[in-house]
DNA sequence: GTAAAACATGACAAGTAATGACATGATTAA
DNA sequence: TTAATCATGTCATTACTTGTCATGTTTTAC
């Protein structure tokens, strides 16, 4: 076996150990504790942060996070990482926010001039816009290390009504439209319910879970519909166009052959409030059949909207 | 000089050239014809993808695009990487899909089992929310490519109006809840207009340009003001609430002391199609005051809805 | 069809590097 | 004090690397 070989090997034998002695090397690998001396050296001249010990229950210490193997990449797989942490421009307050631009600095400097110069026309071809907000998230750490670590919260939170504590079960953390959330389980309310993780003030305490709970990719496939009620709106034209562009549509948007169309589909009471908005800007290129609760609620707010206004000309 | 770095330089060295011989490396590292064979034959044995052809005008070819001299890795760097691949999950049709994946592959196999749970976790706890679209965007590939080698485009592009042939110039392309938008200047019209990159048909024909044109940040800090207009607004508590959480408002939101507040600011009057419906939603929590327009808008929406919907009760 | 330019491979001697055995010293904790 | 450690040095041996020379093979230009 060569000695690049042994010494890859012996590397990372010693950065998955905390601590460990030129003996258990030697027996390891079958060579001399010389040679674990002589090896040891060159990792270390090699800019591996090892230190020593001497004397009994002496030894050796690796001291910084365990290193990979070295790595072989093409310009291309370098490039989609620098394409990946692209997209990840417009967050603010990340986790890893360190490790990324230290890979974007050793990725970057083992460039040549020519792929930097690729690197850096992607950087100005393509975003990923998510609205730069001022708002700052500084617990988005914490609340996503506590969601991983599966620990309940007491939280402050600033609700509607005012700050409110809160015992919660987080599920996990999402970023949708520059905001973090956290959807999570309020033990008060008996229910899972959606909090915005730059609203919470603060983290109380901490306690521990032993059972598992939902995570984060059921709870998405989830989306309770409790009160289930049918939605029934037909479409102009140009209504279809806007609703294929409305996320929460999309997939409903059944066109017919005239190039009309129609939404047949069953949706959570709860949701009303929001798809609210959606049928006031579409005016007339909409006519909800179904449910009666929604023309309601667009009249009413129809309505609040001419009695405001019913003195300008 | 050690053999291993000797292997790296000239590793180094052919991934830059896509053709040369074993004398032009022999000459080049001042080593004998017979070493750069025998250093050929263990970079093949490595795994490098070098071919050889025989006779006059033959020589060495790399197959593979160029490698990045091995790179030492920590941990928490590689967690770092699958965190920002992450957040690109949720989109279709992504440049360097191929390669992500391919860097997936190499950084997990290279994990310890400790890592690849912790991976796993941030995997389930956290994620990057764009509604997972059944929009297909084939183009996205072809479209930033062709932005970045700074051509002019011929595009069939389906629009409100039908499906119209375009001649643009692209600016580069930028991911928004889900969509790819492409700003480009359009010829005909003799300004910059923005495209949906899945509504883009076909590319007819490309042709080059040689002088430089705006590239994507300078768009975005540039959002034409044409026709300044002032837009100004009272809020009520839950008019600010809910305007903190509109990226477009975010901004501009003015808090006063008795917890009410304002908007006050310039906008263009092209962006007024699209605020109508943010205040339509607001009702009364939000008293516009200038423009006129905006109310004039508002109220022929309102009206329009409640003739719509007149005889329903 | 021959010569030149290239890769392919083998043998061998000379040089260089790595290894293990042994020795010695220093440091630490039991 | 003693045992367990690291640290370093020397030296003979072994293993590897390199350059030189030799011999083939394949391809293309002329």
Redesign the interface.
């Known amino acids: 076996m060569s000695?690049?070989k042994r010494l890859l090997d012996i590397l990372l034998f010693v950065t998955?150990k905390k601590k460990f002695t030129a003996q258990e090397i030697a027996d390891e690998f079958h060579i001399s504790i010389r040679t674990v001396h002589r090896y040891i050296l060159d990792l270390s001249d090699m800019g591996l942060p090892i230190y020593s010990e001497q004397g009994r229950n002496g030894g050796y210490t690796v001291l910084?996070?365990?290193?990979?193997?070295?790595?072989?990449?093409?310009?291309?797989?370098?490039?989609?990482?620098f394409?990946?942490?692209q997209?990840?421009n417009y967050y603010r307050n990340l986790?890893?926010d360190t490790?990324?631009s230290?890979?974007e600095h050793?990725?970057y400097s083992?460039?040549?001039s020519e792929?930097k110069i690729k690197i850096d026309?992607?950087r100005?071809?393509?975003?990923?816009?998510?609205?730069k907000?001022?708002?700052d998230t500084p617990l988005l750490n914490d609340v996503?290390k506590y969601?991983?670590e599966n620990r309940n919260l007491h939280i402050q939170y600033e609700s509607?009504s005012g700050i409110r504590n809160k015992h919660i079960r987080p599920i996990?953390?999402?970023?949708?439209?520059?905001?973090w959330?956290l959807p999570a389980y309020d033990y008060h309310k008996k229910k899972i319910l959606l909090y915005r993780v730059d609203r919470i003030l603060s983290i109380l305490s901490t306690e521990e879970n032993e059972d598992d709970f939902m995570?984060?990719?059921e709870w998405?496939n989830f989306i309770e519909i409790k009160n289930p009620i049918r939605l029934h709106v037909h479409l102009t034209m140009?209504g279809i166009?806007q609703c294929?562009?409305v996320?929460?549509f999309?997939?409903f948007v059944v066109t017919q052959e005239d190039g009309t169309g129609y939404i047949d589909t069953i949706i959570d009471r709860g949701e009303l409030n929001f798809i609210?908005?959606l049928f006031?800007?579409l005016?007339?290129h909409a006519?909800?059949l179904e449910p009666?609760e929604l023309?309601v609620g667009?009249?009413k707010?129809?309505?609040?909207?001419?009695?405001?206004?019913q003195d300008?000309n």
Chains 1, 2 share one sequence.
Request: proline share 5%; hydrophobic share 40%; no cysteine.
């Open positions: 000695k690049a998955t910084t996070s365990r290193f990979l193997p070295p790595i072989l990449f093409t310009e291309e797989e370098a490039v989609s990482i394409y990946a942490f997209s990840l986790p890893f490790e990324i230290s890979v050793k990725l083992s460039l040549q792929a026309k992607i100005s071809y393509i975003a990923f816009w998510n609205p907000r001022t708002i996503l969601s991983i509607k996990g953390v999402y970023a949708h439209d520059g905001l959330y995570n984060l990719k998405f140009e166009r294929k562009s996320p929460y999309e997939g609210t908005s006031l800007r005016g007339s006519r909800i009666k023309i667009l009249r707010q129809a309505e609040e909207i001419l009695t405001m206004y300008d």
